[in-house]
Nanobody, 122 residues
Framework: QVQLVESGGGSVLAGESLTLTCASSGNIGDFRAMGWYRQAPGNEREVVALLFAGVNVGTHYADSVKGRFTISRDLAMNKLYLQMNSLKPEDTGVYYC??????????????WGQGTQVTVSS
């Protein structure tokens, strides 16, 4: 069973930066897709940034973070990152890492981390 563990959250002022890290217990290169999601109090969990591997390599960002956030991965370290610059109070929330694996039975399995809190004050 693959485990994903996020770290790097914290409390910052608007305009500052944070880098979130998602460490995988397995080979991160096996994930067909990985991403960062966030959930603010009272809101549904939403996509922040996605990274697609395999045939359709690429990234996708929510409009609200384009130009400010960057998703990347380090295959050697088995880690996924989210570099967050120019943070805004509306970026506040719990950030979750997610990975998608194709199982031995050819089903897509989702793996989630436990989340890390990001708080941005004005």
């Amino acid at each position: 069973q693959v485990q994903l563990v996020e770290s790097g959250g914290g409390s910052v002022l608007a305009g500052e930066s944070l880098t979130l890290t998602c460490a995988s217990s397995g080979n991160i290169g096996d994930f067909r897709a990985m991403g960062w999601y966030r959930q603010a109090p009272g809101n549904e969990r939403e996509v922040v940034a996605l990274l697609f591997a395999g045939v359709n390599v690429g990234t996708h960002y929510a409009d609200s973070v384009k130009g400010r956030f960057t998703i990347s991965r380090d295959l050697a370290m088995n880690k996924l990152y989210l570099q967050m610059n120019s943070l805004k109070p509306e970026d506040t929330g719990v950030y979750y890492c997610k990975g998608v694996l194709l199982s031995a039975t050819e089903q897509w399995d989702d793996y989630w981390g436990q989340g890390t809190q990001v708080t941005v004050s004005s």
